[in-house]
């Protein structure tokens, strides 16, 4: 059996879901009613039924987010919206309280969040064993723990494969409900991170001012994918629950050519879901939202990753800005631009600014404010407005599952027989008196050329026969609705014959790596602080938000570095430091202010409240 890889993309809304399908996507995820990382994009449960339905024709998943943290006054509105899922056909849970799997649950498939922090493999062979058919593995792991991963837990592994980085571990950044109370691990991330700050020494001295120290530029391994297949990774991920739909369509068209090309003629691996798609755009990378991209820790840390001057977006290189002449901008590859389109740039301040161009003149710009842009500058389009145009149209991406068609007869007259790719047969009968077509002429072309008509349908007729003992008259309405008939009731076949995996979890008790959690493990209720109990954990601090003690936590712990960005890093760069920084370096925003931690033995940073006490580690890997 050949192993089925599969690209997962996000879904705001049913909208954006059906749009994603039809890009190529053999999985979705989407948030429901409640519980789901992203507060704002939540679905009723009509919406997801009506996507679990229009997924299931071409054999694609659908999974459903609730990876928040619980608490005990969610648990059974929570129990219960789980059983809604899977009564309208839900495929898998992505889940990151362990509360979960305690519950009564009807035989759903759970997958591991990202948020419940997969990057050890004796935790994650732990999941496996509890029940867990996937894991969502760390954004911050390189191959060779990927497969390490792998080897060790063998169970179904998924991986980040474009759009926004959180710079923190997932599932442990607590800077934004230190600052405001608003939760990441319950939806409601208020990015901190995304925040400009001055970076200050230990004697006091500003470093850097006013500076995006913690933005980072977005992920992208699509190169990697041949090497990912290899270490294991069965479902490549694509970020973007709150992405409009242009993002979503350009990534799931650009990976899915680029997955298709990997795959084509494989005996090991195959695509996941039925059907072809076409696309009316060539699909970009840079042509939609980015902050430029990162291969992240993939292959090592190796070059720097943070996106300092601007958390926005910075879109798609077009060239430098030769001059200004008069009200308009001459640019390298002006011919590029269009009237309409978002220019970027960055300014002497180092801050991004932004240009809307009104119109496009013998390759000049003219913009509706005119900004002062030192010649040489680089110029980024982040809003292309012809390429919005064409991907937003429906029809842009279109994806037809392949059937052939057989024309027969019958005793009492006719029968019109669809089989698609993935073999499923229907038939249509039509009762009809057999009469000679005039001058015994053959009309069999004229039969396939309207038997070929899909239309608005899912399907094409890539083969069309005709296989009759004389030549037959039929009037072409009457072809025209057993061509209706037939496929309408191939959908129904279709979905009729779509197999759902299932899972009924039973209760475990092998023992947890670990025996002591802190509240970096997020248990907020009593359900899983009863589960880890049971398999051997003896202390268990509260959740974060459960316990908060302001002015002197641990608020973030990260594979970023921001001694590295500045190339002060004493193990990697170890030959370029020159004079070392004195520590502790402080971030500090209006009145927020954090201490940066560097644990160089994990190659990690934290960042804590500024009342924090703690110790500074020694260089001492000279």
Not at 288 to 293: A, E, I, L, T
Not at 458 to 472: C, G, H, K, M, R
């Amino acid at each position: 059996m050949k192993k089925k890889i599969e690209i997962l993309a996000p879904a705001k809304d049913l909208i954006g879901g059906i749009a994603a399908i039809n890009s190529g996507a053999d999985a979705v995820y989407i948030g429901a009613p409640l519980y789901g990382a992203r507060s704002n994009a939540t679905n009723s449960i009509e919406d997801v039924a009506a996507l679990v339905k229009y997924a299931h024709l071409f054999n694609a998943q659908v999974f459903v987010v609730i990876n928040t943290i619980l608490y005990d006054n969610e648990l059974e509105t929570c129990r219960l919206m789980i059983w809604e899922l899977y009564n309208i056909g839900v495929d898998a849970l992505i889940i990151q309280d362990m509360a979960i799997m305690e519950m009564d649950l009807p035989p759903i498939v759970l997958h591991a969040s990202t948020q419940a922090n997969n990057r050890d493999a004796d935790k994650i062979k732990f999941l496996k064993d509890a029940g867990i058919k996937r894991v969502v593995l760390a954004r911050e792991l390189n191959l060779h723990q990927i497969k390490e991963i792998y080897d060790k837990a063998d169970v179904e592994l998924e991986f980040f494969v474009t759009g926004a980085l959180c710079v923190s571990f997932s599932g442990n950044c607590y800077m934004s409900v230190a600052n405001g109370e608003r939760s990441a691990n319950r939806g409601s991330c208020a990015q901190n991170c995304r925040l400009p700050y001055n970076l200050i020494d230990g004697n006091g001295e500003t470093l850097i001012k006013n500076s995006h120290l913690l933005s980072i530029k977005d992920f992208d391994v699509s190169n990697e994918i041949p090497n990912l297949v290899e270490a294991g990774i069965v479902s490549f991920k694509i970020e973007g629950r709150l992405k409009d739909i242009v993002y979503v369509k350009n990534n799931v068209s650009y990976l899915r050519q680029k997955l298709d090309a990997y795959l084509e003629g494989s005996d090991k691996y195959t695509k996941a879901s039925s059907g072809k798609c076409t696309y009316s755009f060539d699909s970009a990378l840079d042509k939609s939202f980015n902050r430029g991209y990162t291969d992240y820790f993939v292959n090592e840390r190796h070059s720097s990753i943070g996106s300092w001057e601007s958390p926005k977006s910075k879109g798609q290189y077009i060239g430098k800005l030769v001059k200004t002449i008069g009200n308009a901008y001459q640019i390298e590859n002006g011919e590029l631009l269009n009237n309409g389109d978002g220019l970027c740039f960055i300014n002497e301040s180092n801050e991004a600014e932004g240009i809307y161009v009104n119109k496009v003149e013998n390759g000049l710009a003219y913009p509706n404010v005119l900004k002062e842009i030192k010649d040489g500058t680089f110029i980024y389009r982040n809003n292309d407005a012809a390429f919005i145009k064409i991907v937003e149209r429906e029809d842009s991406a279109v994806r037809k599952i392949s059937t052939t068609l057989l024309l027969t007869e019958n005793e009492n007259g006719f029968e019109l027989i669809a089989t698609d790719e993935d073999g499923n047969v229907s038939i249509v009968t039509l009762v009809h008196p057999k009469e000679q077509t005039k001058n015994n002429e053959s009309i069999a072309e004229n039969f396939k050329t309207n038997l070929a008509k899909t239309g608005f349908t899912p399907y094409t007729a890539d083969e069309i026969n005709v296989l009759f003992s004389q030549n037959w008259f039929l009037p072409i309405s009457k072809i025209n609705e057993m061509r209706r008939t037939v496929y309408e009731q191939l959908s129904e076949i279709r979905l009729a014959n779509y197999k759902r995996e299932e899972h009924q979890l039973v209760k475990t008790s092998h023992p947890y790596p670990e025996t002591k959690l802190d509240f970096m493990y997020n248990v907020s209720n009593k359900i899983a602080r009863k589960f880890y109990e049971r398999h051997g954990v003896t202390e268990i601090e509260k959740a974060f938000e459960l316990q908060w003690d302001p002015g002197k936590s641990r608020v973030m712990t990260t594979k970023y570095c921001i001694k590295y960005e500045l190339k002060k890093c004493p193990i990697h760069q170890k030959d370029i430091v020159g004079v070392k920084v004195k520590e502790p370096l402080v971030l500090k925003q209006g009145e927020l202010e954090y201490k940066l931690k560097f644990n160089c033995k994990p190659c990690e940073m934290e960042i804590w409240e500024k009342d924090a006490e703690f110790e500074i580690e020694e260089d001492h890997f000279h």
